[in-house]
């Protein structure tokens, strides 16, 4: 059997397309005998950065850990506050706690959905030592207002491979260090993985080191000059990963057809919000597809209802400053970020990949609209 054949019964919440390419150049390192830090580590990151226009990348065990390695790269530290959206995935914020600094939460746009460049402004204050804007669900924040407050910044790109900024420069390629992830529903995946894109040397050569327990390029491990972890990405990763980007401008065409496909099968549900069009030069790179119920509808209920008529969805996002450990840490509470808590009391990620069928999408649609009554 290979990769392809799975099951065609049930419609998945995401699937990734790997095929005998990925077979060819997964077995090839293998047969190799180079698992980690051989060939395909620099042949991957040079074929992504190539692929985006970007200087340098440096290839990272996940998304995650490129955040953390990006945000110490612009120095954050401890007892710095670093601005960023409630509205995320819970990673955005993390990174930050993972350094002593605080993250500072300000609202969202309600119709882009991302972090809002007025109210980040407000947020600032003498502790402010960078911004980590996110390019939620792949349509890009708006990086030129951001850039006006004269901080450092980096861009959370997880779920914005593809994406085209509102200069028209392909996200990655800006000059802000800025991170991919790799997880398997991701628009590329290499199963779990990520990677930094930046426009320095000196940088990537922090970030490569920092990635591999502090160790210079050209120190044996018998010393290591700094503190470092261990973020390395496998060659069995970067392999996978490189016969994705072979096909990854059909894979994002794919997933700009089932959008559109969504948007026709949605169309006139009264209340439904749907993702925002592209403005102007702006190009989401399509990620997810994440609706907004109308007002009144309880949320839970709706992706039950989904459940049991075979329809898999998921709350998505929920708000990172409501999390547990958020109130817990840092005592936030609901009616701060009123934007983003209506935003994410209402929202649902519907199933969305490069092979869905029109039909499959067809039926996601039929059956919400029954599901509301619309
Ligand atoms: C916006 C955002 N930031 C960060 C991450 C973290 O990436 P990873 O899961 O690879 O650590 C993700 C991944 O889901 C994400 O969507």
């Known amino acids: 059997m290979t990769l392809r054949q799975v099951s065609e019964d049930a419609i998945p919440l995401a699937r990734p397309v790997v095929g005998e390419a990925e077979e060819e150049r997964v077995l090839a390192v293998l047969r190799s005998g180079r698992l980690s830090l051989g060939p395909a580590l620099p042949e991957f990151e040079r074929a992504f950065a190539a ?24 120095g954050v530290t401890d007892g710095d506050e670093v601005i960023t959206t409630p509205f995320s995935f819970v990673a955005s914020a993390n ?48 990086l030129s207002a951001f850039e006006e407050l004269g901080l450092p910044i980096v861009e959370d790109a997880c779920e914005a491979l593809g994406s085209v900024d ?18 398997a529903n991701k628009q590329l995946t290499t199963g779990e ?25 050209n120190m044996d491990w018998l010393d290591h000059d700094r503190l470092g972890f261990n973020y390395r990405l496998s060659d069995l990763a970067c392999a996978l990963g490189l016969a994705q980007l072979e096909h990854l401008d059909d894979m994002l065409a794919g997933r700009t057809r089932v959008a559109a496909a969504y948007g026709e099968a949605l169309s006139g549900i009264e209340g439904l919000q749907l993702p925002c069009p592209d403005a102007g030069l702006a190009r989401r790179g399509w990620f997810v597809y994440v609706v907004q119920l109308p007002a009144g509808f309880d949320r839970d ?74």
């Open 51 to 74: 692929k985006l226009g970007a200087a340098h990348a440096s290839a990272v065990s996940s998304g995650t850990a490129g955040l953390h390695l990006a945000l110490r790269a612009v």
């Open 95 to 142: 990174v930050m706690v993972y350094e002593r600094a605080r993250p500072v939460f300000a609202d969202i746009d309600p119709v882009t959905l991302n972090l809002d460049p007025g109210a980040a402004a407000a947020a600032v204050t003498e502790r402010t030592t960078a911004l980590l804007p996110v390019h939620v669900f792949g349509y890009p924040a708006d």
């Open 166 to 183: 509102a200069d028209g420069v392909t996200v990655g390629a800006r000059g802000h260090p800025a991170v991919f992830a790799f997880y």
């Open 301 to 374: 209920s709706v992706v039950r209802a989904l459940s049991e008529r075979a329809i898999p969805s998921k709350p998505y996002f929920p708000a990172v400053h409501l999390m547990s450990y958020y109130r817990e840490k840092f005592g936030h509470r609901e009616g701060e970020f009123p934007v983003c808590e209506d935003v994410a009391a209402r929202s649902i990620a519907l199933p969305f990949f490069p092979e869905m069928t029109e039909g499959q999408v067809e039926l996601v649609g039929r059956t919400l609209r029954d599901v509301l009554g619309r």
């Open 193 to 217: 993985g990520g990677m930094v894109t930046v426009s320095d040397a000196a940088l990537k050569e922090r970030i490569d080191s920092e990635r591999n327990q502090g160790r210079a390029p």
